[in-house]
C-alpha cells in the first residue's frame, strides 16, 4: 500500500507481516470497542477494516480501510466503507473521521470520491521519514 510513500526498506523491515500483526495486536489491548475484520473474497483474505466510536460518541473514526492490489477498483472499497459507516451510525455515531497519509493520492481521491473531505487535523509522524497524515471527516447522519 506505501510503496512509493514510505521508503523501501522501512516497508521491508518495519512494516513485515509479523511486526505489524504484533504491533495491532498490543494497540488493540487498549481498545475494546474497536470493531475489527478480515476481509475476503471467494474464500481468499483480501484486506482489512476497522473502526469505532471516538471519545466524543457523535464521531466515529474508520481506523483502517486496505485491500490488496488485486481486489482494489472493483467496488469492494466502497462496499466495505458502506457497510463500516452503517455500523457507526447504529452505534449513534452522527458524522466519521479518517487519517490518511498526505501523499498516499489514490487513498485521498478515493475518500474524496465517496464524500470525506479534509478538515484542519494534520499530525507528523516518522514511518522512516518525516510524513503528515491528515484528517478527513464526512456527514453520516
Not at 24 to 39: G, H
Not at 47 to 72: H, I, R, S
Given at each position: 500500500?506505501?510503496?512509493?510513500?514510505?521508503?523501501?526498506?522501512?516497508?521491508?523491515?518495519?512494516?513485515?507481516p509479523e511486526?505489524?500483526?504484533?504491533?495491532?495486536?498490543k494497540s488493540?489491548?487498549?481498545?475494546s470497542?474497536?470493531q475489527?475484520y478480515i476481509?475476503?473474497?471467494d474464500?481468499?483474505p483480501?484486506?482489512?477494516?476497522?473502526?469505532?466510536?471516538?471519545e466524543?460518541a457523535?464521531v466515529?473514526d474508520v481506523?483502517?480501510?486496505?485491500l490488496?492490489?488485486?481486489?482494489q477498483?472493483?467496488?469492494f472499497?466502497r462496499?466495505l466503507m458502506d457497510?463500516?459507516?452503517?455500523?457507526?451510525?447504529?452505534?449513534?455515531?452522527?458524522?466519521?473521521?479518517?487519517?490518511?497519509l498526505e501523499?498516499?493520492?489514490?487513498?485521498?481521491?478515493f475518500?474524496?470520491?465517496y464524500?470525506?473531505l479534509?478538515?484542519e487535523?494534520r499530525?507528523?509522524?516518522?514511518?522512516g521519514k518525516?510524513?503528515?497524515?491528515?484528517?478527513?471527516?464526512?456527514?453520516?447522519a
Amino acid at each position: 500500500m506505501y510503496r512509493g510513500i514510505l521508503p523501501d526498506d522501512f516497508l521491508e523491515q518495519e512494516y513485515t507481516p509479523e511486526k505489524r500483526t504484533a504491533a495491532l495486536r498490543k494497540s488493540w489491548e487498549n481498545r475494546s470497542n474497536e470493531q475489527f475484520y478480515i476481509v475476503y473474497v471467494d474464500g481468499v483474505p483480501a484486506g482489512m477494516l476497522a473502526f469505532c466510536p471516538t471519545e466524543d460518541a457523535n464521531v466515529g473514526d474508520v481506523k483502517g480501510l486496505y485491500l490488496l492490489p488485486p481486489f482494489q477498483g472493483q467496488g469492494f472499497g466502497r462496499a466495505l466503507m458502506d457497510w463500516a459507516l452503517e455500523k457507526l451510525k447504529a452505534l449513534g455515531c452522527r458524522e466519521a473521521i479518517l487519517w490518511v497519509l498526505e501523499e498516499n493520492q489514490p487513498a485521498r481521491a478515493f475518500y474524496a470520491h465517496y464524500g470525506f473531505l479534509p478538515d484542519e487535523g494534520r499530525q507528523e509522524l516518522t514511518l522512516g521519514k518525516p510524513v503528515t497524515i491528515v484528517r478527513y471527516r464526512k456527514q453520516i447522519a
